[in-house]
T-cell receptor
Framework: KQEVTQIPAALSVPEGENLVLNCSFT??????LQWFRQDPGKGLTSLLL?????REQTSGRLNASLDKSSGRSTLYIAASQPGDSATYLC??????????FGKGTRLHILP | EAQVTQNPRYLITVTGKKLTVTCSQN?????MSWYRQDPGLGLRQIYY???????DKGDVPEGYKVSRKEKRNFPLILESPSPNQTSLYFC???FGLGTGWGYTFGSGTRLTVV
């Protein structure tokens, strides 16, 4: 059974720093991996989608990588800003077309 | 604008009073799904639908019903709500199965059952 883990559960960093969020999954047979952002009590906003055949995707200050063989993905945020404070969730779509979420990393950028 | 629309955004109800949360998408997506989100438990799938008139149970279907009579709509029905169904609910949609398409989520419905 596919399991998705995000460590750490919470992270605080000073504004301006570059940071990396981690996501690991147990079964490498996936169609894609998606990173989402969730503000408190709000919906999920898709940040980046990486297909199983891709190694990375970039959008602005965000870069997501995927290493299927090791079951890992990272979300790199450059030059962090207070507005980046949110919970970041990763989710994999497995070969049964099921999407499995990690429990998220709660990020706090200190002004 | 391409989006998934849920209504209502907030709902407080009493135990046993039937309610429906609506979900509509304007992207012609085949796949739709309902999730609930609870502290410490993350997002758990309730029901999903691969296309019109095709629905199936997710991980936590007890106490819920769904229907998919039209491609764009996927309502979540609580026939007799109980306090343990107090949660934040999300609807999501995606293009066809077995593809690399990602998911689009609605803004959520915060349900409180007293």
């Amino acid at each position: 059974k596919q399991e998705v883990t995000q460590i750490p559960a919470a992270l605080s960093v000073p504004e301006g720093e570059n940071l990396v969020l981690n996501c690991s999954f147990t079964d490498s047979a996936i169609y894609n991996l998606q990173w989402f952002r969730q503000d408190p009590g709000k919906g999920l906003t898709s940040l980046l989608l990486i297909q199983s055949s891709q190694r990375e995707q970039t959008s602005g200050r965000l870069n997501a990588s995927l290493d299927k063989s090791s079951g890992r993905s990272t979300l790199y945020i450059a030059a962090s800003q207070p507005g980046d404070s949110a919970t970041y969730l990763c989710a994999v779509k497995d070969r049964d077309d099921k999407i499995i979420f990690g429990k998220g990393t709660r990020l706090h950028i200190l002004p | 604008e391409a989006q998934v629309t849920q209504n209502p955004r907030y709902l407080i109800t009493v135990t046993g009073k039937k309610l429906t949360v609506t979900c509509s998408q304007n992207m012609n997506h085949e796949y739709m799904s309902w999730y609930r989100q609870d502290p410490g438990l993350g997002l758990r799938q309730i029901y999903y639908s691969m296309n019109v008139e095709v629905t199936d149970k997710g991980d936590v279907p007890e106490g819920y019903k769904v229907s998919r009579k039209e491609k764009r709509n996927f309502p979540l029905i609580l026939e007799s709500p109980s306090p343990n169904q107090t949660s934040l609910y999300f609807c999501a949609s995606s293009f066809g199965l077995g593809t690399g398409w990602g998911y689009t989520f609605g803004s959520g419905t915060r349900l409180t059952v007293v």
